[in-house]
């Protein structure tokens, strides 16, 4: 998946400064961005972190050319798989582990 032409670029959240979520992306080509990893502190969930992180990495990939972002979370993971399907993301292809999600951007 990872094109070595394109960097992957992590944004770290904070709060108090203390770090509590962040984000991996990267370009997987000119048009279609890759959300690799997702993370929000256990005791930090529920307000709203992890949809901020999804919507400002969604918005730099645009800002960087792409038209739709892609990414993969494990079929028993509710709460991604929640997440981001409110964000709007649409599965495309689901097998005994994994959910691949795509979402075009507006």
Request: charged content about 25%; proline content about 3%; overall charge positive.
């Amino acid at each position: 998946i990872r094109n070595p032409h394109y960097h992957n670029t992590v944004w770290v959240y904070y709060l108090q400064s203390q770090p509590v979520g962040f984000v991996s992306y990267f370009k997987k080509n000119p048009y279609t961005g890759y959300m690799l990893f997702l993370g929000v502190k256990q005791d930090c969930r529920g307000q709203r972190i992890g949809w901020k992180l999804v919507d400002f990495a969604c918005k730099k990939l645009k800002d960087l050319g792409c038209v739709k972002v892609e990414l993969v979370t494990q079929v028993d993971n509710k709460a991604s798989r929640s997440l981001y399907e409110k964000f709007g993301f649409k599965a495309y292809s689901i097998d005994d582990k994994y959910v691949h999600y795509r979402k075009m951007l507006k």
